[in-house]
């Protein structure tokens, strides 16, 4: 299956891909994580999108596309789950051009939905560790007892300045992505809301739909 999971920062794209991949034997592939890794391996690519990503901007179109191509080419043009990618128009037309020319169509297009003040809300209590990039809420999801704080850190970007400045970006560049595919027969809206199980099985019910 072919997947793009869809929403806001901080609409559990992360955290539901994740299981999502788990449950069905697909690769997960974030872009802000692969960024993320990039920047930690101080690349030339990782160097270059640092500062656009601390600030909550949107990394250039090309860089991303580079590593978008890349996982999804490596891993055989299937059983992928797309998180945080297309952010842009210009990023899903790309995208719906690289699939169609590789006979590699969508099977779903899952769109979270969740209110501002719980996203505001959920980014600033949430935690990563540095390593592994498992994602953690101080309340609803604490990290594990026997894992060293010292590598459970908050992201630049989950800083209040940051998070009001991608929420704008969202709303102007990543909203008429939504637009884009929701005409389209493989494009499910779902409720973001609840805890991570109840939107865990709202998901799952989409994709036993889809496939
Ligand atoms: P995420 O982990 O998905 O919240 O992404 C973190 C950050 O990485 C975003 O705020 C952007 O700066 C950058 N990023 C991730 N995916 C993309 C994309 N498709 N296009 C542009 N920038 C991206």
Redesign the pocket.
Known sequence: MRIVLFGP?GAG??TQSELLAERHGLWHI????L??AAIEAETPLGVE?KR??NE??????P??RQL?EKAMSSHGMDDFIL??????IE?AHWLTEFLDERGAPLDAVISLHVPEEVIIERLSRRRVHKETGENYHLDFRPPPSDVDPALIVQ?A?DKPEAIRE?LR?YECETQPVEEYYSEAACFYSVDGTGSIDEIAARVEAVIQQAA
């Open positions: 920062p794209k992360g974030t872009t802000g994580g960024l993320r999108a656009y990503i909550g901007h949107l990394v250039p179109g860089l991303v978008a998180d945080g990618y297309p952010r842009t990023q992201r970007d991608r970006v």
